[in-house]
């Protein structure tokens, strides 16, 4: 498999008991979403592995059990702790593609529609309560914005810009 066709989902991270069960980290914005997986693919020695599932089971709101075909044993289980786990770019849910296009808006110029032209986005923080926008503001203050739809007015891969309408007052917050 191409890595460009892939997404790195998360990392096996532990055993889960002896008989070649494992405890995957999924970095998503909701653990279900992937419940109807046929296939995890695993970084090993640079190359990705397909692995049939057969168990997933959600632990927590971020890991998952999994049973995959062929790993029977402690030993072998062991021998794929720490891999990173991926998933083909087509089987991602939609709020981790959301996710995904995020990471791509560092650099972007940030226009507020009463502020005009307030810095550059530094850092898309995922925090999966409440995601935000570092924008570094030309005076080098840092100006945290909510990534919520009623603040987002546009984004524009093309020019590289991001319309806001942020909350009355927020701006002039960090700026004090």
């Known amino acids: 498999m191409n890595k460009d066709e892939m997404h790195c989902l998360g990392k096996i991270t532990k055993l889960h008991g002896y008989k070649g069960e494992l405890t995957v980290f999924l970095d998503t914005a909701k653990v279900a979403d992937y419940k109807e997986l ?12 397909p692995y049939k599932i057969e168990l997933f089971e959600p632990k927590t709101n971020d890991s998952v059990k999994v049973r995959l075909a062929g790993v029977n044993d402690e030993a072998t289980a062991k021998s794929l702790l720490k891999s990173m786990v ?26 507020d529609q009463t502020h005009g032209n307030i810095g550059v986005v530094e850092e898309v923080v995922e925090n999966r309560k409440n995601p935000q926008l570092e924008i570094r503001h030309n005076t080098g203050k840092l100006i945290l914005l909510p990534l919520q ?12 810009t991001i319309s806001t309408a942020a909350p009355e007052g927020l701006i002039e917050l960090y700026l004090e």
């Open 149 to 160: 739809p009623e603040f987002v007015l546009e984004i524009d891969d093309k020019s590289k």
């Open 86 to 111: 991926y998933v083909r770019l087509t089987e991602l849910s939609v709020k981790d593609e959301d996710r995904r296009d995020m990471v791509n808006w560092v650099g972007y110029e940030v226009f």
């Open 38 to 49: 046929q296939f995890l693919f695993l970084e090993i020695k640079g190359s990705l592995v």
